[in-house]
């Protein structure tokens, strides 16, 4: 029997771009450990370095709010795209996320028990919502950013309606500008960020598991090419540093001319300006990122695959 599911094949598709019969031998190898399947596919050239994709499973809306030097980003799930459609599932969310805006952390606990506009608890109108709405719907998170001078700058991509969509993004500018001035550059910043999947502001900040299974992946590439142990680590860590360049947000090109990073961008913007500007953090959510769910229809196309 099998050590893994129909399903399991399915997800190790949208992971790594790979091949049905090369994600089930994968899977077989790996005694059906997902991960384990990636970063050996990965290592075979069959996959891409696996990111903040677009592959997501969950439906809602995420919403953001700015008021001057201080923004919040907020999602709220469903079960189905019908809901978060709905004229009273869309005004929960936008009024939750302003409820989100003058909360002093990002627990979600605090947020359900915090006063709601119409009365009661924001956690009270989730549980009307769900009775009232016939679905399942869940606060999953909340993150706000703020700086001492300059603007926070708020960009929807796609929007269902004003400040909610299915990727928010905000933009904090530490600055001695107007906000006039800073706001339609932190848009195009924000665009950049919700096309460019960064992991990290600066390489500081990528999580120390991810760079170490990056080095796992990159040190048996190395292996395989056969050459000299000293030119193998050369290689290792020029891939890392690839990594990190390619994930981290002030390093990446910015992708307005793809040839000069944001950060050198930013500094070049407040010169030109006439004063100094920072990009000191940044938020990006997409809907259902990391949450995965089975698609029946799928079971037919794979099933004699995983069987034979």
Sequence with gaps: MADFTVADV?????????????????LVEAGGDIEAAVDALRAKGLATAQKKSSRTAAEGLVGVAVSGTKGVAVEVNSETDFVAKNDQFQDFVR???????????????ALKGAAYPDGGTVGDKLTANVATIGENQQIRRMKSVSVG?????????????DGLGKIGVLVALESDLGADVLEPFGKQLAMHIASMFPQAL???GLDADVIERERAVAKEKAAESGKPEQVQEKMVEGA???????????????????KTSVED??????????????LTDYVRFQLGEGIEV??????????AAVKG
């Design 95 to 109: 009024k939750t996320t302003s409820v989100a805006l003058s909360q002093d952390s990002d627990d979600v606990e």
């Design 294 to 303: 089975e698609e029946e229809d799928f079971a037919a196309e794979v099933a």
């Design 149 to 161: 001078s300059g603007t926070v700058v708020s960009y929807v991509h796609n929007a269902a309606a």
């Design 10 to 26: 399915k997800t190790l598709r949208e992971k790594t771009g790979a091949g049905m019969m090369d994600a089930k031998k994968a």
């Design 240 to 258: 890392i540093k690839k990594f990190a360049k390619e994930n981290a947000l002030l390093s990446q090109m910015f992708v307005m001319d793809n």
């Design 265 to 278: 961008t930013v500094a070049k913007f407040g010169k030109d300006n006439g004063g100094s500007v920072k």
């Design 202 to 204: 600066n390489a500081e």
